[in-house]
């Protein structure tokens, strides 16, 4: 198993067992965390994708470099959806943090 993935693996098992309602799941066949039954992240390709929100700034948390989710070949990217690469996971849990916040505020309003 690569680094990234052990890195994927520790946060999902973190928040999971230390936070209600959060569980292992399923995003286009990769691995992901929900919040009740929606995903907020998820690992594919040793990349981590988390759903941030539209116009959030990774730069905030010390991230340079991103890619917006782009699944469809004829549709514009997925502009709430940021994937990150490995050369930051010490920023992955930081960036779940604020997606499970921001899920958690969509699913219990």
């Known amino acids: 198993m690569e680094k990234s993935e052990m890195q994927f693996r520790m946060i999902t098992e973190k928040m999971?067992?230390?936070?209600?309602?959060?569980?292992?799941?399923?995003?286009?066949?990769?691995p992901g965390i929900c919040y009740k039954k929606k995903v907020f992240a998820?690992?594919?390709?040793?990349?981590?994708?988390?759903?941030?929100?539209?116009?959030?700034?990774?730069?905030t948390v010390g991230v340079d470099e991103f890619k917006f989710l782009s699944p469809f070949k004829n549709k514009p990217p997925m502009t709430a959806w940021f994937s990150i690469d490995p050369k930051y996971m010490d920023?992955?849990?930081?960036?779940?943090?604020?997606?499970?916040?921001?899920?958690?505020k969509e699913v219990d309003k």
Not at 17 to 25: F, I, L, R, W
């Open 16 to 30: 999971s067992s230390s936070k209600e309602n959060v569980h292992e799941g399923k995003m286009m066949s990769s």
């Open 42 to 59: 998820f690992f594919h390709q040793s990349e981590m994708t988390f759903k941030l929100g539209k116009g959030f700034e990774p730069s």
């Open 91 to 104: 920023k992955w849990e930081a960036l779940a943090e604020i997606a499970l916040t921001n899920i958690q």
